[in-house]
């Protein structure tokens, strides 16, 4: 194991959960997820796309921060609690798409079964990426990962 594991390993105890960040691709989108909300807190670990870093980062340490007070978010939740402004939704995150999003997470549980949640944001007139008016921007930012992975 590397020093950088350690050190994130390392945060991950100290706060109960550690925000991966990952940075746009070619065409694919920057993102941050957690690891450890499930272990720590029981509540299912989370990932948000295509907004700026440090705004999913601290998107990621709010809920983080709201599941330590034993506020949950389930599947299908939608709250204002998170973008001032604007309505943030979450949906469960197909585990086949684990492996290529979230793969720190999936290391850490290695075998044991944890959830995610995709935490999905609007376009500026608050329609969601699967509101048929949404702006299609908005939609290609945000992968939909309730679905399996489509094999090649």
Request: proline share 6%.
């Amino acid at each position: 194991m590397s020093e950088h594991d350690i050190g994130v390993l390392r945060i991950r105890e100290k706060h109960g959960w550690f925000v991966m960040k990952v940075m746009e691709g070619e065409g694919s989108p920057a993102f941050a997820y957690s690891f450890g909300l499930f272990e720590e807190f029981g509540h299912p670990e989370i990932i948000v796309f295509g907004l700026d870093l440090s705004l999913m980062h601290r998107l990621v340490n709010d809920i983080g921060d709201q599941a330590k007070n034993g506020n949950l978010y389930t599947d299908g939740t939608i709250t204002e609690d998170l973008l001032e402004g604007f309505p943030c939704a979450f949906r469960r995150v197909n585990p086949l798409r684990y492996k290529e999003t979230c793969s720190w997470a999936a290391w850490f549980y290695a075998n044991a079964e944890f959830p995610v949640l995709q935490l999905i944001w609007p376009d500026k007139s608050g329609r969601f990426p699967w509101d048929t008016e949404c702006n299609h921007s908005v939609r290609d930012w945000q992968p939909d990962l309730s679905a399996a992975p489509i094999s090649s």
